[in-house]
């Protein structure tokens, strides 16, 4: 059994936080990958829209459902031991997805890499929580890995962009491969071993439990969104809410539960998982809306798309280096509402660009958007390692992940439904006769007009980049609302919280400025 780990401070444990960078980048891009990839996956693999939607959003439900029993089992096996397993499984699966022939193996794959995704992401942050004890330290292994995690979403398109210039699709998951090599050859001789003191049995149960009520719920607000109240989605809902008691009764009695559920009871622990949620939710559902924006309505290739957004990784890199200066002097109830509040306004900049508007003024926004992401997530982070026992790091990590994950896999699905809905239901009057393809959406609308005489594609195309502009906007509304909400409830919950700790104050009284 390992004991508690002391900090390190020499080169082996920088290069063993550096290390840890690379898998969480990782996680985060496979994500995002397919948003530039879609147009040559689609055409080569000729999948349902259902199917579609499996291959985009399966991967983040299996995460999000497994993260919290991966960071609870971490803390019982190793953390260690558990990121090195899951090394293994993640190269597996991208190997796999690699080489796909059809939608249903690429369905497969992407929920295998989901699973090995879920080893991955929970070890490396609870593993920075044990090699740095010291606040200030910590707070700065948790900016980078949060630029990296957040990052990676938005680095993603720019690596799957340029290996599609020379490559075929599967390069963008073969790139893992590398990459995960380096983490099993150096991770033992980088990285301290953890896992806590009880011997208890892993509840099972509950992990089961939990990877079925995320799914479920997830697949019931996909389904409400989409099509509204029906079956389907009542039974969706039925089955994730019995699943979520069934979690809870057992978190509630197990002697040793995945999740300490009296965390929640703590301000910076539940207000830091609703911030997470917030800003992956706004951010993913954005994402995935853009770069269909860059490259159908304005006609860049997937490498100048994907260059386009580059800034906006200089904008969550700024927004953790900020959050990790100013955690220790500003109370979390004004830096996270700030943060949000800044997020807000990145999403005001989007929904009022409209067809004929300069690139530079959307990429703005995402900009200012991604700036408070990276502010946001760098302190939720933060906080939710604080709050929690080291021997329950893994289990937290997990949390703030899922609270990551699940945001943004919603994100997609509602964001991305709402600007759809508002697209039919633009184009469904304006182009009579124009065909179920370029009514579904903005690329088939591209395709039909390639088969129209020029006077006619280019009325088809004006009408649909008009349409698919107003339910991107309609989106951004919806998400700096979200965000605005989420900074008043976060404003009141953390209003006793000092700043740089993560605690309340010992006595009643307010907190200082």
């Given amino acids: 059994m390992d004991t508690p780990h002391r900090e390190r401070t020499g080169p082996r444990s920088r290069l063993g936080a550096l290390l840890l960078l690379l898998p969480a980048l990782l996680v985060s891009m496979d994500i995002s990958v397919l948003f530039v990839a879609a147009p040559v996956v689609v055409e080569d693999l000729d999948p349902t829209a259902t199917q579609w939607l499996w291959m985009m959003d399966v991967y983040g439900f299996v995460l999000a459902g497994l993260l919290i029993p991966m960071g609870a089992l971490g803390d019982r096996i190793g953390r260690r ?6 090394a293994l499984a993640f190269g597996a699966a991208s190997a796999l997805l690699a080489a796909a022939p059809t939608p249903q193996l ?64 599967g390069s963008v998951f073969l790139i893992n491969l590398p990459v995960m090599a380096l983490l099993l050859a150096a991770g033992p001789f980088l990285l301290p071993e953890y896992r806590s003191a009880g011997r208890d049995a892993f509840d099972l149960t ?5 990877l079925v009520a995320v799914i479920a719920l997830v697949q019931a607000a996909k389904r409400f969104v989409e099509h509204g109240p029906d079956g389907a989605g009542a039974v969706a809902l039925a089955v994730g809410a019995a699943a979520l008691t069934l979690f809870l009764l057992r978190q509630r009695r197990a002697r040793n539960p995945l999740v300490d559920l009296s965390l929640f009871t703590r301000p910076a622990f539940s207000a ?88 530079a003024v959307f990429i703005g926004g995402y900009t200012v958007l991604t700036l408070g992401i990276g502010l946001v997530a760098t302190l939720a982070n933060t906080l939710i390692l604080a709050t929690a026992p080291p021997e329950r790091a893994g289990a937290a990590a997990g949390v703030s992940e899922t609270s990551t994950e699940l945001g943004g896999a ?48 280019a009325s088809l195309l004006a009408t649909a980049f008009d349409a698919y502009t107003s339910g991107m906007s309609a989106a951004a509304a919806t998400g700096a609302g979200t965000l605005l909400l989420v900074a008043l409830v976060a404003a009141a919950s953390l209003r006793r919280i000092h700043a740089g700790t993560g605690r309340e104050p010992a006595v009643a009284g307010p907190a200082p400025v």
Avoid: K
Wanted: charged letters at 10%; zero cysteines; proline letters at 5%.
């Fill in 410 to 457: 919603l994100g997609i699905a509602t964001l991305g439904t709402v600007a759809a809905s508002v697209y039919r239901d633009t184009m469904a009057g304006a182009v009579p006769g124009a065909g179920r393809a370029a009514t579904e959406n903005v690329a088939g609308a591209s395709s039909t007009a390639a088969h129209l005489p020029p006077e006619e594609a």
């Fill in 81 to 86: 031991r558990l990121l090195l397993a899951g």
């Fill in 272 to 359: 830091s998982v609703l911030g997470n949620t917030a800003v992956s939710f706004a951010a993913s559902g954005l994402g995935l809306l853009t770069f269909t924006f860059l490259q159908v309505v304005h006609g860049a290739s997937p490498l100048s798309a994907a260059l386009y957004t580059l800034p906006t990784v200089f904008g969550t890199v700024t927004g953790a280096t900020l959050a990790g200066i100013l955690a220790a002097r500003i109370r979390p109830a004004v830096l996270m509402p700030g943060g949000l509040s800044v997020g807000a306004a990145g999403f005001g900049s989007v929904a009022a660009v409209g067809t004929d508007t300069h690139i």
């Fill in 106 to 169: 690429f369905i497969a794959g992407r929920v295998l890499l989901g699973a090995g995704a879920a080893t991955l992401a929970p070890s490396t942050l609870s593993l920075l929580r044990v090699m740095f004890t010291d606040p200030g330290r910590r707070r700065t292994a948790v900016g980078m890995w949060t630029a990296a995690f957040a990052g990676g979403a938005v680095v993603g398109p720019v690596i799957g962009g340029a290996l599609l210039e020379f490559f075929w699709w």
């Fill in 206 to 210: 509950g992990a089961v439990a939990s």
